[in-house]
């Protein structure tokens, strides 16, 4: 006879979000999405990071933060805490791959 595996308890349907201010904002942390947010970000074309911060949060939370507007810094300190929301992981261990990634 086949084992049944019920995974109804493990599987987590919540979005992930990240806080600036008092505002909440939902990441999508959905696969395809994640994907593509890392494609995008790799690039370390600016238009192509807006364009994946606005993926992963949504043009409305992306016009309230005035990521158009953003200094790279600021810019920089979004894209890993989305990522760090994505991942389920802590901002400085999402900073600490950044680090790793870009060679310092």
Do not use: W
Request: aromatic share 4%; net charge neutral.
């Amino acid at each position: 006879m086949a084992k049944i595996i019920n995974i109804s308890d493990k599987l987590n349907n919540e979005k992930s979000k990240i806080v600036v201010g008092t505002k909440e904002y939902a990441v999508n942390d959905g696969i395809a999405t994640v994907t593509k947010f890392e494609e995008m970000a790799a690039t370390n074309s600016v238009s192509k990071i807006t364009e994946a911060i606005k993926l992963a949060i949504g043009d409305k939370a992306a016009k309230e933060l005035k990521v158009d507007e953003m200094s790279v810094g600021n810019m920089k300190v979004l894209m890993i805490a989305i990522f760090a929301a994505m991942l389920d992981i802590e901002y400085d261990d999402a900073e600490a791959r950044f680090r790793k990634a870009e060679g310092k």
